[in-house]
């Protein structure tokens, strides 16, 4: 069975990696003289690089500095719209829905396409409010650009979270602050080499614990792939049924061809607070911290929160088992500086993480128990505003006792805003 376990995982993996991907994460479209070019790219930097004076007059070769020109940039699912007014080197640019934009005002192209790079790293004081502008220049701009409030990229990332669902950090499933409270909610809910009953015996002493997670989702128009390898020691006390665990989580994440890192390490203690006969009731307190991003996708954050997760469980007849398990969260980003980047999304996000399991006995596989059970887990996010602010998971568990204990599980994720994704998991404990 452990054999079966580990090639339907890898099999899994290789089939949900290997579905093809939309090749580029940034699109660059400039339009000049009623001619539009669209260029893709995989990275921040090479995207700015075609907002350049060579940049530009390799689309349209007879471009001259001063004639006007609009582009757009898909910004990782977030379009924004650039203008450079007709006789400037001026770039104006707007974020969608938020009456905020930014004017970079270089005296040639060369420092104009500068300003807007060190903006997109985090430089505080690269760009100026539009009204600054001389008035020859605003009255090129619509009414409302004219008068839009000066942003920031902290602004132009928080739209990012809100309206798409490929951002790194937060916003979706697949980010690393749900991932985050995931992983909470599995240390509350399943402790390294534990089956899916009531008042089970365990080994006292330390217990180890690796496996290999994939999701991959194709919504939103940035296909995204994360292989992760979830890891955990952890110190078990029978006599007052207390487990102490550090949990590690990382990451890989291909986002539309961009690769990103995301990983984070949890502590906590998993504590039997009453049980009987027939049921068990464990409290997990904890406490996590990550990090997510890179320079090619010119985003990334620091992450920390701590969560509380309940585990109610009942033995019913048949030999079923009815598991309740809640998990309340809150995570904040920090700022922070990687490759030059200063970046901060400034968000304070509370999740709520509410699912049920029904289980049972399915016999023994080469002498080892095995139990089987369906789940369902509802997640909730309030504070600041995200694309995906609620979705469900549907899933299977097989899990096996004995030597090296085994646990795969297999879930379909449907959220809101047409989120769906898949999520196939293998851990085994030692």
Known sequence: MQRKLTTLAAAAAISLMALPARADLFDVSITVNGVTQTRSFSSLENALTLLTGPGITSLFPSYRTGTALTSVVNYGGLVLPITVPAGTTTAVLTIPGTNTGVAFAGQTSGQTQNLLRNFFQGAVTSGDVIASLPESV??????????????????????????????????NPSALMPQMVAADYLAGMAPSGSLLGVNEARAG???FSGGLNILATSSGGADTRVLSAPLRVS????????????????????????????????????????????????????????????ESYGRG??????????????????????????????????????????????????????????????????GRPLQGGLTFVDTRVTGDRTAVPGWQEYGVVLATGGRLPSRFTATFINGQNNFQAFRFGLSTAF
């Open 138 to 171: 605003r009255a090129t701009l619509s009414p409302d650009v004219q008068n839009a409030l000066r942003a920031s990229l902290t602004t132009v990332l928080q739209t990012a979270v809100a309206t798409t669902i490929s951002d790194p950090v937060a916003g």
């Open 301 to 366: 954050s620091l992450a920390l929160g701590v969560s509380l997760t309940s585990d109610l469980r009942f033995s019913l007849p048949a030999d079923y088992t009815f598991a309740i398990t809640n998990t309340a969260a809150y995570y904040q980003t920090e700022a922070y500086n990687f490759g030059g980047f200063n970046i901060n999304y400034n968000l304070q996000n509370q999740y709520y993480r509410n699912g049920v399991t029904l289980s049972r006995p399915l016999g023994e596989v080469f």
């Open 205 to 207: 002493g330390f217990h």
């Open 235 to 294: 110190y078990y006390i029978p006599r007052t049924a207390t487990e102490i665990f550090l949990d590690a989580p990382m990451s890989y994440a291909d986002i539309g061809g961009t690769s990103v890192f995301q990983g984070s390490v949890g502590i906590g203690v998993r504590q039997r607070v009453w049980h009987g006969e027939r049921f068990e009731w464990n409290l997990t307190p904890a406490y996590r911290t990550g990090i997510a991003g890179s």
